[in-house]
């Protein structure tokens, strides 16, 4: 008997919500109009350049890829010279970002130039800051070619 009783609701309030938008030229709905997206707000709060989260990431991160996707032994020993490039480069609006420069000793005794930004709310599900990096010479499914020109600002 109640299960009846839901079921009956059920088609009421569907067909009640249904009905609001039903209209020829006529604006959206009250369901439609999105009022509590009022869109992103983002507090332009990134670490900097030399923060031990963002150069942890990309560490574990390049050791990852070399291992798993090109059998190869090649880790990040060391990162020197870190220095900013930009922060947050482009129009009010845009997602800020800290970019980034430094130079990324390899485990095979080479120094090769990395790039890489620090984005705010860009980590897993928006929680966290995000990091994208590029060593040059390395960027071997060529993801930011040429010479990980597409890290940069």
Same mark, same amino acid.
């Given at each position: ?51 031990? $989260?963002?150069?942890?990431? #990309?560490?574990? +991160? *390049?050791? /990852? ?9 090649? %880790? ?13 480069? $482009?129009?009010?609006?845009? #997602?800020?970002? +800290? *970019?980034? /420069? ?9 120094? %090769? ?35 990980? %020109?597409?890290?940069?600002?």
């Amino acid at each position: 008997m109640a299960f009846h009783a839901y079921r009956t609701i059920a088609a009421f309030v569907v067909a009640a919500t249904t009905g609001l938008g039903v209209g020829d030229g006529l604006g959206a709905n009250m369901l439609e109009k999105n009022f509590w997206l009022s869109g992103p707000r983002y507090d332009a709060v990134v670490p900097l350049c030399d923060h031990s $989260w963002a150069l942890f990431k #990309i560490r574990a +991160r *390049f050791g /990852r890829k070399e291992s798993r996707f090109w059998s190869s032994d090649l %880790r990040i020993e060391g990162i020197e010279d870190i220095r900013e490039t930009a922060f947050m480069p $482009w129009r009010h609006g845009t #997602i800020p970002r +800290r *970019f980034c /420069r430094a130079t990324a000793v390899i485990s095979d005794g080479a120094k %090769r130039p990395l790039y890489y930004s620090i984005a705010e709310d860009a980590g897993f599900i928006g929680a966290s800051w995000g990091v994208e990096w590029c060593v040059v010479g390395l960027d071997r499914n060529f993801a930011y070619n040429p010479n990980c %020109r597409m890290a940069r600002p």
